[in-house]
């Protein structure tokens, strides 16, 4: 079976088949036994020792951190793909094609779309360095203290605000290119780009590839990153410098 010939059979398959209140973190800082974190002469620092422009700083450092294991997590070989908390499946709308192809032993086309699909996320995912790096220095001792008395995710929840519009633009080129390279993805894009009156009979995603892998992998990304964010709150371990543990000790003796 060639390749345009299983192209324009997931086309008419996609045309023709049926388819188908959390606690502020300084709540929960003081509900834990301090652990006795102290400054470089060995004694407890306070809290009201501490400068707002120290703890915004703390916070930059933690939420540096985070993003950088972040991405290194993601943008990587199976990043996506081998982590099932992120990895971008199907599309809804193509899903009953992917049981079909897998019912006539046509597995490997199935894996490589996903396969592909996932490969330009984690291509993606390296940009969102430079654009958190930007939005935390733009990062007001004011939105520093709403992070910290906010959600468990509110450091994730200000890159979303602050970012996710930036970030769509710049995955969306690099996913487009990565889709168009390969086998089975490419075809059925070019196949979905001459749809024509058909096109009013399939779903967006089946229709914006790109689009839905794009907006997949900023969801892994943020998810990850909100992963990140709450083990910096809650693991004294994942606190990497002098300054995170002078005020993160802080924070657990108020």
Known sequence: MNLSRIAWSLFLSATLLPLTAQAGWLDWLKGKSSTGQTSTGGKPVSLASLSETEVAKALKEALAQGVKNAVASLG??????????????????????????RAMKQDKLADEFVTT??????????????IFADALTKMTVEDAKNILTGAPDAATQFF???SEAQLKEL??????????????TAAYKKLTANAGFLSSVMSKDAMDIDGYVTQKGLDGLFLVLAEEEKNI???????GTDLL????????QK
């Open 76 to 101: 990587k070989d199976d990043g996506f793909l081998k982590n099932a908390k992120v990895k971008i499946p199907m599309p809804d709308s193509l899903k009953q094609i992917e049981r079909g192809l």
């Open 233 to 239: 709150r809650q693991n004294v371990q994942a606190r």
């Open 171 to 184: 995955f969306l080129p690099i996913v487009k290119t990565a889709t168009e390279k390969v086998g089975v």
């Open 117 to 130: 699909m996932n490969r330009a996320a984690e291509q993606a995912v390296p940009v969102a360095a430079s």
């Open 245 to 252: 543990k002078k005020v993160f000790g802080a924070l657990q």
């Open 160 to 162: 979303r605000k602050t």
